[in-house]
T-cell receptor, first 118, second 112 residues
Framework: DAGVIQSPRHEVTEMGQEVTLRCKPISGHNSLFWYRQTMMRGLELLIYFNNNVPIDDSGMPEDRFSAKMPNASFSTLKIQPSEPRDSAVYFC????????????????FGPGTRLTVT | SQQGEEDPQALSIQEGENATMNCSYKTSINNLQWYRQNSGRGLVHLILIRSNEREKHSGRLRVTLDTSKKSSSLLITASRAADTASYFCATDAIQGAQKLVFGQGTRLTINP
């Protein structure tokens, strides 16, 4: 089985440009998570979806960030306009949640997209 | 603020020795998870322990959980060079149970 697929793996862009990161979760999983990892702040949850619906976007840093999940097999994270402080590794993870209130489930992470904004 | 904090931040041991990493958290949880991250890669799930469990084993891994002290430990026995990686604990919360908060991680180096 293919794991979580992210594209691109590396992105270098100039400040002010729009950046779109893509994620394909594991087939059959019903939840998707976007994280950002930096040396200074560690791994931060940006937003997560359940059954394609955004559940918690409190980690999205600013209005410049937006995320969509148009169907169960695809999600995007968009930054517009990008800034140098957005440079980080962005991870997508998916999970199969059976009982919502029973606590967290194992998450499967993609390889990440390393974003550099100059 | 981050829920989980790992200790130590870095650990270097000889191959064959045991490695112990600790995690402390602040609020009540449903579950606590441990993940491994090799350099330049995504995180890989190692083990999940529920709040009503005190100890769990998986191969060379042993995880303990003390909810009264709000702490957990990960023990890797008979370490191998391939165990070199960063290890993270992740906690959920009673409310918003699917939201994981990760600690800063412990960087483990196994010297051959």
């Amino acid at each position: 089985d293919a794991g979580v697929i992210q594209s691109p793996r590396h992105e270098v862009t100039e400040m002010g440009q729009e950046v779109t990161l893509r994620c394909k979760p594991i087939s059959g999983h019903n939840s998707l998570f976007w994280y950002r990892q930096t040396m200074m702040r560690g791994l931060e949850l940006l937003i997560y979806f359940n059954n394609n619906v955004p559940i918690d976007d409190s980690g999205m840093p600013e209005d410049r960030f937006s995320a969509k999940m148009p169907n169960a097999s695809f999600s995007t994270l968009k930054i517009q306009p990008s800034e140098p402080r957005d440079s980080a590794v962005y991870f997508c993870a998916s999970s199969l949640i059976v009982l919502w209130a029973s606590g967290s489930y194992e998450q499967y992470f993609g390889p990440g997209t390393r974003l550099t904004v100059t | 603020s981050q829920q989980g904090e790992e200790d130590p931040q870095a650990l270097s041991i000889q191959e064959g020795e045991n490695a112990t990493m600790n995690c402390s958290y602040k609020t009540s949880i449903n579950n606590l998870q441990w993940y491994r991250q090799n350099s330049g890669r995504g995180l890989v799930h190692l083990i999940l322990i529920r709040s009503n469990e005190r100890e769990k084993h998986s191969g060379r891994l042993r995880v303990t959980l003390d909810t009264s002290k709000k702490s957990s430990s990960l023990l890797i026995t008979a370490s191998r060079a391939a165990d070199t990686a960063s290890y993270f604990c992740a906690t959920d919360a009673i409310q918003g149970a699917q939201k994981l908060v990760f600690g800063q991680g412990t960087r483990l180096t196994i010297n051959p």
